[in-house]
């Protein structure tokens, strides 16, 4: 800690900070305090300590907890930490909070992004499609799993969600995510042409160390990826997060090992399985 008086050499970056922020994680430190990393759209993953937040008249109340939205008054200082100064909620995603699937998905989402986006680096992008995902994690907790008055399904995956059946917090959902996640971190598989020679026909498999879809030649280290794996692929990279595609186990199964290679070559990361049950 620096001692007071001491001047600041942050310059311009020093002093209150505002932004809005979504909790990733948020850990006990010492009696009373809390250290949370937080994600941010404009710094990135940020660290801060909230002090006094566990004594029960906190000012914060039970706001710093993970998955909350919050506009967040911050000071920063010279140290690597940030110190929270207020918080107001901006969405509590009250809903998910009741469902452990959903509050499964929850985390499995922001581990990915705080290790995935650990740095400072602005992608309010990624902020985005962090929000966007909690926020249908937290709609689709309601017993319909789907929109407002829609009968609820007997087992399974809903049956009503727009376009496609497949749910946020199921593994299309999670998976459909991470692929755009790898998209913002400039890490998208090619899919369009072998990855090894540029070949258009015969794509046979998937090589994480290419870096995408490889042909019938190039197909050393590669594993072979299905048509319908393929298409998940092609299908969640260019649409939007609520429109999830569907595909059959076995090719979820393929575009997850896609996305772990990709992520063990490209960026030496191994992330969570994206489901439970996987
Ligand atoms: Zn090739």
Same mark, same amino acid.
């Given at each position: 800690?620096?001692?007071?008086?001491?001047?600041?050499?942050?310059?311009?970056?020093?002093?209150?900070?505002?932004?809005?922020?979504?909790?990733?994680?948020?850990?006990?430190?010492? =009696?009373? !305090?809390?250290?949370?990393?937080?994600?941010?759209? %404009?710094?990135?993953?940020?660290?801060?300590?909230?002090?006094? *937040?566990?004594?029960?008249?906190?000012?914060?109340?039970?706001?710093? =907890?993970?998955?909350?939205?919050?506009?967040? /008054?911050?000071?920063?200082?010279?140290?690597?930490?940030?110190?929270?100064?207020?918080?107001?909620?901006? !969405?509590?995603?009250?809903?998910?909070?009741?469902?452990?699937? +959903?509050? /499964?998905?929850?985390?499995?989402?922001?581990?990915?992004?705080?290790?995935?986006? =650990?740095?400072?680096?602005?992608?309010?992008? *990624?902020?985005?499609?962090?929000?966007?995902?909690?926020?249908?994690? !937290?709609?689709?907790?309601?017993?319909?799993?789907?929109?407002?008055?829609?009968?609820?399904?007997?087992?399974? =995956?809903?049956? !009503?969600?727009?376009?496609?059946?497949?749910?946020?917090?199921?593994?299309?959902?999670?998976?459909?995510?991470?692929?755009?996640?790898?998209? +913002? +971190?400039?890490?998208?598989?090619?899919?369009?042409?072998?990855?090894?020679?540029?070949?258009?026909? %015969?794509?046979?498999?998937?090589?994480?160390?290419?870096?995408?879809? *490889?042909?019938?030649?190039?197909?050393?280290?590669?594993?072979?990826?299905?048509?319908?794996?393929?298409?998940?692929?092609?299908?969640?990279?260019?649409?939007?997060?609520?429109?999830?595609?569907?595909?059959?186990?076995?090719?979820?199964?393929?575009?997850?090992?896609?996305?772990?290679?990709?992520?063990? %070559? %490209?960026?030496?990361?191994?992330?969570?399985?994206?489901?439970?049950?996987?």
């Amino acid at each position: 800690m620096p001692a007071a008086g001491e001047p600041r050499l942050g310059g311009p970056m020093a002093g209150p900070v505002k932004t809005e922020a979504v909790v990733l994680r948020s850990m006990r430190y010492g =009696e009373a !305090d809390r250290i949370l990393h937080v994600y941010t759209p %404009h710094r990135g993953r940020i660290s801060a300590i909230a002090k006094g *937040v566990r004594r029960t008249r906190s000012r914060f109340g039970g706001r710093l =907890e993970p998955f909350f939205r919050l506009r967040m /008054d911050l000071h920063e200082g010279r140290g690597e930490l940030l110190t929270v100064t207020g918080a107001q909620t901006v !969405d509590a995603y009250p809903r998910l909070r009741g469902d452990a699937r +959903a509050l /499964d998905s929850a985390a499995r989402a922001c581990d990915a992004v705080g290790r995935l986006f =650990e740095t400072g680096e602005p992608h309010p992008g *990624v902020f985005n499609l962090l929000c966007r995902h909690l926020g249908l994690l !937290d709609e689709q907790v309601s017993g319909t799993g789907g929109p407002a008055g829609q009968p609820a399904a007997t087992d399974g =995956e809903p049956p !009503d969600l727009p376009s496609t059946g497949s749910s946020a917090s199921g593994r299309a959902g999670a998976l459909a995510f991470r692929l755009k996640l790898l998209l +913002a +971190a400039g890490l998208a598989p090619q899919l369009g042409a072998c990855a090894g020679c540029g070949e258009r026909e %015969h794509l046979v498999g998937f090589s994480g160390s290419a870096g995408g879809v *490889v042909c019938g030649a190039c197909e050393a280290a590669s594993f072979p990826l299905e048509e319908e794996a393929y298409n998940f692929m092609t299908e969640a990279l260019g649409r939007p997060l609520t429109e999830i595609p569907a595909a059959p186990g076995p090719a979820l199964g393929q575009v997850e090992r896609a996305i772990s290679e990709t992520l063990e %070559h %490209h960026a030496h990361l191994r992330l969570m399985s994206a489901t439970a049950r996987a």
